[in-house]
């Protein structure tokens, strides 16, 4: 799975490693939308593992 995000890269790989989750987050490269700095990243793993990531990085994002 591919994400662009402007999460900068060392925060997200706090959250896996808080998650628990067994994914591999690679970047792969950085784009620039309306003005916004974004990190291509490419999340791999299993569904589930993957799907455990998201739920704890939409939580993180959210202040949950």
Request: zero cysteines; charged letters at 35%.
């Amino acid at each position: 799975m591919i994400i662009e995000t402007a999460i900068p890269p060392e925060e997200l790989e706090e959250i896996r490693r808080k998650s628990g989750a067994e994914v591999r987050l690679s970047l792969l490269g950085r784009i620039e939308r309306n003005g916004i700095l974004l990190s291509r990243i490419l999340i791999e793993g299993s569904t589930e593992e993957v799907r455990r990531f998201m739920e704890k990085l939409r939580l993180a994002r959210a202040g949950g």
